[in-house]
């Protein structure tokens, strides 16, 4: 009698920062899903099966979340980048498509500028810009993700309160998620966001020469002003608009997300010039409109 197939399947890749935890779905040209802070790959949890049926979608845990290995020194952007080349390597993926969202698409963005050989297209989703101006707002601002344990556990509830008005109010199964991933990195849960503000990103975009897709959700007030700066930096980068989410667009609109990476994947196997899906036909006119994606 023959096993049902898994789905859903996980592993561990070898880095120079430890052992990676990824999970896998689907076959055909690689897709490596990077998550924000302080989440892991079950922030794709439902993006992958939607891939997964026509990529081989990897959803990774960036080194020192999830289930990866805890690098000892201070996070960076440029470690949690080469932890992700390692990890191609390990996995013998020459040419890759990365996808990031908030975190994970300052990641993929520095992979792409680190390694432009290896990387076939780039989704930046609430991608930050960060440069001099961000440095200086964000160094005033107080902690996103910072609690202190407390004997009583109501460190939790203040995990829960931090990000609570970012998240729909009739979903709060997306921050129990959230939740969960943050107490696993309880003591290094804010440094995710402080390697994101450390990094020099104006230095590092212009050397990015993948077709690219900058996303972000209309709600989401952290990213979406600085959308106009990342597309004015990736010339002929298309963007995208969601509509009705925000910072948890990937979990909160699944079908929406995977819809528009997908779409612009898909471009970028069928045009003979890769660069050619990035710089024709934009999936949007003016920042001021609203884009409904449907898979």
Request: glycine letters at 8%; aromatic letters at 6%; proline letters at 9%.
């Amino acid at each position: 009698m023959s096993r049902p197939k898994t789905l859903v399947r996980r592993g561990f890749a070898d880095t120079r920062h430890g052992q990676v935890h990824y999970a896998e779905h689907g076959s055909g040209d690689p897709v490596l899903l990077l998550h924000q802070t302080p989440r892991s790959w079950d922030e794709y949890r439902d993006v992958l099966p939607l891939l997964g049926e026509g990529f081989r979608a990897i959803a990774v845990d960036t080194p020192g979340f999830g289930e990866s290995a805890r690098p000892a020194g201070p996070f960076s952007i440029d470690l949690f980048a080469t932890g992700v080349l390692d990890l191609c390597d390990d996995l013998g993926l020459d040419r890759v498509a990365l996808v990031g969202h908030h975190t994970g698409a300052v990641i993929a963005l520095e992979a792409a500028a680190a390694a432009p050989d290896r990387v076939q297209g780039l989704v930046l989703s609430g991608m930050p810009f960060v440069d001099a101006e961000r440095r200086r707002l964000v160094a005033r601002r107080a902690p996103i993700d910072h609690v202190v344990p407390a004997p009583d556990g109501s460190h939790v509830l203040q995990l829960w309160n931090n990000r609570s008005r970012y998240y729909p109010a009739d979903r709060p199964d997306l921050l129990d998620r959230l939740v969960r991933d943050g107490l696993g990195v309880l003591d290094r849960v804010e440094e995710g966001h402080l390697a994101v503000n450390r990094y020099r990103m104006e230095e590092r975009i212009g050397l990015v020469r993948s077709p690219t897709l900058a996303l972000c959700g209309e709600l989401d007030e952290f990213s979406l002003p600085d959308l106009p700066k990342i597309a004015a930096a990736l010339p002929g980068a298309r963007t995208a608009v969601l509509p009705g989410t925000g910072v948890p667009a990937v979990d909160h609109r699944p079908e929406q997300f995977a819809a528009a990476v997908r779409t612009f994947l898909r471009d970028l196997r069928r045009s003979p010039d890769p660069t050619a899906a990035a710089h024709t036909r934009p999936l949007t006119g003016p920042l001021t409109e609203r884009t409904t994606v449907t898979p």
